[in-house]
């Protein structure tokens, strides 16, 4: 894992949903992830400044959400 992937994890600490999907992203380099559309619409809910970091690292790192 990388210095930013550790410290987007850190910033999330309030989310851990949304930390440990980093940290699955990162561990295993997937290439896409599959996300409930539930979960998604909870994040941007909830914790919308976090979902977006989350979408953004997710497409700088070119991984597709799945949503299903």
Do not use: F, H, Q, Y
Not at 18 to 29: K, P, Q
Not at 42 to 60: N, Q
């Amino acid at each position: 894992m990388t210095v930013k992937e550790l410290g987007l994890i850190a910033a999330l600490k309030a989310n851990a949903d949304l930390a440990r999907l980093v940290e699955r992203v990162a561990r295993a380099d997937l290439p896409w992830v599959v996300v409930s559309p539930a979960a998604i619409a909870a994040w941007e809910r909830e914790d919308p400044a976090g979902w977006a970091k989350v979408s953004e690292w997710l497409a700088v790192k070119g991984v597709a959400v799945v949503r299903i």
